[in-house]
Structure formats: C-alpha cells, structure tokens
C-alpha cells in the first residue's frame, strides 16, 4: 500500500514559478515509477509528466516540455514537480500517482496509487 500527498500548489501569476512536492508512504516507492497529472474543470486527467524508479529516465507532455521538470529523492521517499514559466493554461489540480511498475508510462491506467490533488491557479 502506497499513500500520497501533494503540497505546494497556489496561486501565481503568468510566468511564474511553482514546486510541487509529494510524500510517499510504503516501502515500495523507491521502486515504483512516479508521474504527475492534471486535472482542469471540465475536462479529462491529462499526463504531465512521469520518472522510472531511480530518475535515469523521464518523460512530459509536449504542452509542458522545457518549463516542467519532475524528480525524485527516494532517500526521502518524495517526488517533486518542478514548473517554470506558468501559463494560466496550466491552471488544474494537480495529481500525483505511484505505478506498481519500475518503468516510466504516460498511461494514467498504469498507476494503482493517487494523491489527494493540490490546485494550482495562474492567472494573466
């Protein structure tokens, strides 16, 4: 069993910057692959970003490449979200999922472990 929970979110302006944090409780969070998603009112939960279990290998939405970068100290069983250069496009609730697997995936069907979500609002 694998518990999560997101901090960091807020409110900031166009441009801005934010990091997300998340707590893993379980033994197996150093093993697992990590991602981040997001979710906007009315629409679906998108992939934002995923980390394999030792951070060799990530991956990110195309919406979010070279203004996010997610990471991970497994010494402090935490995954991070970093986002620069917000956009009020990236405004949702923000998602923090542990696979049951090692390997990275964009598929939100691979991750068996939620967060509660932390809204991030950005505003023009």
């Known amino acids: 069993q694998v518990q999560l929970v997101e901090s960091g979110g807020g409110s900031v302006q166009a441009g801005g910057f934010l990091r997300l944090s998340c707590a893993a409780s379980?033994?197996?969070?150093?093993?697992?692959?990590m991602g981040w998603f997001r979710q906007a009112p009315g629409k679906e939960r998108e992939f934002v970003a995923t980390?394999?279990?030792?951070?060799?290998?990530?991956n990110y939405a195309d919406s979010v490449k070279g203004r996010f970068t997610i990471s991970r100290d497994n010494a402090k069983n935490t995954v991070y979200l970093e986002m620069n250069s917000l956009k009020p496009e990236d405004t949702a609730v923000y998602y923090c999922a542990a696979s049951n697997g090692a390997t990275m995936t964009i598929s939100l069907y691979a991750y068996s472990y939620w967060g509660q979500g932390t809204q991030v609002t950005v505003s023009s």
């Open positions: 379980g033994r197996t969070f150093s093993r697992s692959a």
């Open positions: 980390i394999n279990y030792n951070g060799g290998n990530t």
